[in-house]
């Protein structure tokens, strides 16, 4: 009986681990998809500092 509640408790814990897992990867996932959907982007790097004059 003791090792099937041993057993048991850890099929518990991998199920969590496991559930942890994929929403982790969702969040990510998520993240990934929203970042070409900002209103604002990235200044471009390689554009003067300076405004040139008129």
């Given at each position: 009986m003791f090792e099937y509640e041993i057993a048991a408790a850890r099929q518990a814990d991998l199920i969590r681990e496991a559930e942890a897992y994929r929403r982790a990867r969702l969040a990510a996932e998520a993240s990934r998809?929203?970042?070409?959907?900002?209103?604002?982007?990235?200044?471009?790097?390689?554009r003067s500092r300076f405004v040139r004059a008129a």
């Open positions: 998809s929203s970042r070409g959907q900002e209103t604002e982007g990235r200044v471009n790097r390689h």
